[in-house]
């Protein structure tokens, strides 16, 4: 079993930026984020190789959002800048033993989950 604490989530205004913070008790080889905003089914929004070379991004994220991950493997980060009232939602770290170039979108490729951080973008 692999445990995922999230971090990092909170209010924030239109235009400005967060960073959210993922612990793992392993070293999982892939590492991502998905969110579910209220009434809306849990989307993808990036993941990230055990390398930190290989990474994928929603369409709706790309070119403001940055994942990355740190040299000990366990943590992961999204620098979310540029953010948008339609970025609110609860965001999920998740963790996979594969990075599946077909198929990384899709939470059920996903292993493990963490509990979830609230992330709120005011107008």
């Known amino acids: 079993q692999v445990q995922l604490v999230e971090s990092g989530g909170g209010l924030v205004e239109a235009g400005g930026s967060l960073r959210l913070s993922c612990v793992a008790s392993a070293t999982p080889y892939a590492m991502g984020w998905f969110r579910q905003a209220p009434g809306k089914e849990r989307q993808f929004v990036a993941v990230?190789?055990?390398?930190?070379?290989?990474?994928d991004y929603a369409d709706a994220v790309k070119g403001r959002f940055t994942i990355s991950r740190g040299n000990a493997k366990n943590i992961m980060w999204l620098q979310m800048n540029h953010l948008k009232p339609e970025d609110t939602a609860v965001y999920y770290c998740a963790a996979s033993g594969l990075y599946s170039r077909s198929y990384y979108y899709r939470s059920t490729n996903y292993d493990y989950w963490g509990q979830g951080t609230q992330v709120t973008v005011s107008s």
């Open positions: 990230i190789d055990w390398s930190g070379d290989k990474s």
